[in-house]
């Protein structure tokens, strides 16, 4: 006797608990194996011959009422189900496309049809041999000559308007929101597609895909907060890494020429739209360029996987975006005086803490202008670069690893990109002063032992190197995430990362 209400359209099924349907589709499968002799999970493949969007380009030249007299080797998903008497239709879904499958009992024969229509439900993954032809309606369908019941689906599907429409539900169960919506797994093909194209894009200009330590003594590259693990062999902490920068540069010393390195990262830090404490970056380092080059080369990348995936005029949230090449370049302290009015340049330490104090802008006491300078900038200019621009020049008290401008030494060769209000790329003139990086790493440890965590630890091996010699190197840093955002105009970082951090419900 076939079950009620496990097959019904979704609005039915709603009214039948997911607990009730798991019980009803348990009990079908323990009925399978005892009455049937037949157990889906022992099947172990099933020859696939053709992709659903294959034979949906394929045939997609036949007209209504006429048939192809192919057979067609597939795989997939039932999605829905239809029955009527001897004739039953499904929404049939693989990993490329959905199509319409027809089951009939004069095509089947009695024992497969009953079989069939007993122990098939929505969910099941099956393998078929079919014949396309495109019905009366104009539906491209495959009829359902041979079948084979792959595996069973003990919970029901998830159902894009009803089922699964809470976020929060769609991040714990990735694998529910890909089966219920297909544009949550368009987007990660596009993710990928823009990652294949980021290194195309390295490999062409002649840079080496290379894997350093996620595990480390020193988590350095970066001012962020480590996750801290224990190493009980060595019996030491140990940290996650936050950047892959100093282990970059160590190779550049070591003569490795151009480098990237496309990995995850940990930082310890807060979560919202646009942070996840995991996340993935690029970082490159090319010796004897500049961070004028890496210009060239961010937009290089963002330009080519805007062409993969959408296109240069995008928009984003209702915001219209134009990624055309060149982007703007302009200093920090221009971009605040746009916003602000105020010449950076002309202040002294003393009238940039007025300056600060007049617009309730928290700062310490023995703040320099160069210290307050990049405190306005967060304030009153970040968010509104909307379009692609390079915001360069950055002061060198916030710029540890960056080499200073050999015409002021107070700022940095440092860039850092922003579309849409969001820092995607930040870049330097590699500093390879080892004397210099000596000095800045000692005024962090002094930051660090006054309380500041995220100050930079000193990081003598990483000197050690320097004192061998590294090129004029530039490096780049790009987080994947973020772009990946923009390019697929989805709202949250979560929705680009397929496993994104949860806090258990428990």
């Not at 079950?3 to 039915?12: E, F, G, H, R």
């Not at 490329?96 to 069939?116: I, N, R, W």
């Not at 991040?171 to 990928?192: G, S």
């Not at 996340?279 to 080059?293: A, G, K, N, R």
Request: some cysteine; hydrophobic content about 35%.
């Amino acid at each position: 006797m076939e079950d009620k209400n496990i097959n019904a359209a979704p609005q039915q099924q709603n009214e039948v608990s997911e607990e009730e349907v798991f019980r009803q589709r348990k009990d079908k499968l323990m009925r399978l194996r005892e009455e049937e002799n037949y157990d889906p999970f022992k099947q172990t493949s099933w020859k696939v011959e053709h992709a659903l969007d294959y034979v949906k380009e394929k045939y997609d030249y036949l007209q209504n009422d006429e048939w192809a007299q192919d057979e067609i080797s597939t795989a997939g998903r039932i999605m829905v189900l239809r029955r009527h008497g001897k004739t039953a239709f499904a929404t049939f879904e693989d990993d490329s496309a959905k199509l319409q499958l027809c089951f009939q009992f004069d095509v089947l024969g009695e024992t497969d049809y009953t079989f069939f229509k007993k122990w098939v439900d929505a969910g099941d993954f099956i393998g078929i041999v079919g014949m396309p032809f495109r019905t009366q309606r104009g539906e491209l369908t495959l009829s359902v000559r041979k079948f084979c019941l792959l595996s069973k689906a003990l919970r029901p599907m998830p159902e894009k308007w009803h089922g699964l429409k809470d976020m929060e539900t769609r991040y714990r169960q990735r694998y529910a929101d890909l089966i219920a919506n297909p544009e949550v797994r368009d987007t990660f093909r596009k993710r990928t597609k823009i990652i294949q194209t980021f290194r195309r894009v390295l490999d062409e200009n002649g840079t080496l895909e290379v894997e350093t330590p996620i595990l480390s003594t020193i988590a350095g590259g970066a001012n962020a907060r480590p996750f801290i693990t224990h190493h009980n062999t060595l019996d030491i902490d140990m940290y996650l890494r936050i950047a892959t920068e100093l282990h970059l540069k160590r190779l550049v010393v070591g003569m490795m020429g151009r480098v990237y390195e496309i990995g995850r990262q940990f930082r310890n830090e807060g979560m919202d739209q646009r942070h996840n404490p995991e996340f993935t970056s690029l970082e490159v380092y090319w010796p004897y360029c500049d961070y004028s080059d890496m210009m060239d080369l961010t937009e290089k990348l963002i330009v080519a996987a805007a062409d993969e995936v959408c296109g240069r005029k995008i928009e984003y949230q209702g915001t219209e975006i134009d990624l055309e090449a060149p982007f703007r370049r302009a200093t920090m302290m221009e971009l605040v005086k746009e916003q602000t009015g105020i010449d950076f340049d002309a202040l002294t330490d003393e009238s940039a803490r007025k300056e600060a104090a007049l617009r309730g802008i928290e700062i310490n006491t023995a703040d320099t202008k160069w210290e307050i300078m990049p405190k306005f900038f967060d304030e009153y200019v970040e968010s509104k670069l909307i379009q692609p621009t390079f915001v360069t020049t950055f002061p060198t008290v916030i710029s540890p690893l960056a080499k200073r401008s050999p015409v002021n030494p107070d700022v940095t060769e440092r860039f850092e990109l922003y579309i849409n209000g969001w820092e995607i790329a930040n870049a330097f003139s590699e500093l390879n002063d080892p004397l210099d990086q000596r000095a800045r790493f000692e005024d962090q440890a002094r930051k660090k032992a006054a309380g500041d965590d995220e100050s930079h630890p000193f990081d003598e091996d990483f000197i050690n190197a320097l004192e061998f010699g590294m090129p004029p190197t530039g490096g780049l840093g790009i987080g994947m995430d973020r772009v990946v955002m923009l390019l697929t105009n989805s709202e949250s970082i979560r929705d680009v990362i397929l496993f994104p951090t949860m806090k258990p419900k428990d």
